[in-house]
């Protein structure tokens, strides 16, 4: 497991998933306010964790059709993982709602 994108991308989406199945649940519940600051914190730990790998070390990594750096990267497939987890928490604990009140 040498691959660098492999690395970020399990990275995300283990952080992905502790956060919507446990700690938002408890946290936030469905009040999209406290989601919404909650979700700040994780894809800042991703970063940072990605940032003690890789920052200084040149490595380029792939993403399909372009190279970016272990910041960008990190961020686009933590973005790519997230939305579609995003939209289901969302519609299931009619979020949306919450932030019309």
Partial sequence: MKEPE???ILLNLVIVLIAYF??????AG???NKLAISDIFAPGISIIIAGTLFWNSGQ???ALFFKLN???FTLFTYAAIEIPLMLWYYKRNN???SFSS
């Fill in 30 to 32: 469905a009040d999209g």
């Fill in 60 to 62: 380029e990594f792939n």
């Fill in 70 to 72: 272990w910041f960008w």
């Fill in 6 to 8: 492999l690395i970020v």
């Fill in 95 to 97: 979020i949306w709602e």
């Fill in 22 to 27: 446990m700690i938002y649940p408890k946290l």
